[in-house]
């Protein structure tokens, strides 16, 4: 059976128009992760040093700052709160330019900053999978994803 040539550009269009759909999440993710990410990836010449936490309040936890290289010390600064941090927990953190906020570093602040990606990759892989019927490559996208959230569930 024959496909007319509007049907075939309607396909074509459905499939470009979700090709934008999962380009869209996945930059947002990576977007999203990088406002965190690019301090831990890109440290080098950033205040190191170990932050204690005292307090939690519903969106970032607080305390003091002990540099490791020699920099200035503080009495507060403040985390994103996460679901492992708790008050007298102490872990590595670089110091953001400028701020008093920092970010969590070694494994699992590597993980916690990547996972808007995750989250991205998985609604991308459903897109891929379903909207564009490329199953192989949804569900690999899909798992990427997964393996990544599920990796920061642990490490933290």
């Known amino acids: 059976m024959k496909h007319s ?3 075939r550009a ?3 269009g459905r499939g470009a128009a979700l090709g934008c759909v999962v380009l869209v999440v996945l930059v947002a993710g990576v977007w999203s992760s990088w406002a965190s990410a690019q301090h831990i990836v890109l440290a080098k010449g950033r205040e190191h040093g170990t932050m204690t936490v005292t ?3 519903s969106e970032v936890c607080t305390g003091p700052y002990a540099p490791s290289d020699g920099g ?3 009495s507060r600064v403040s985390v994103v709160k996460s679901v492992a941090a708790k008050k007298g927990d102490r872990f590595p953190v670089v110091v953001k330019p400028d701020t008093f906020e920092v970010v969590r ?3 699992p602040g590597f993980l916690h900053a990547w996972v808007p990606l995750g989250g991205a990759l998985v609604l991308a892989g459903l897109v891929i999978g379903g909207g564009l019927r490329l199953p192989r490559t949804g569900w690999g996208t899909g798992i990427a994803g997964g ?3 599920v ?3 642990f490490a933290l």
């Open 5 to 7: 040539s509007s049907h």
């Open 10 to 12: 309607l396909r074509y």
């Open 55 to 57: 307090g939690c309040g």
């Open 72 to 74: 200035a010390a503080r």
């Open 105 to 107: 570093t070694g494994v």
């Open 147 to 149: 393996v990544l959230l």
């Open 151 to 153: 990796a920061t569930f």
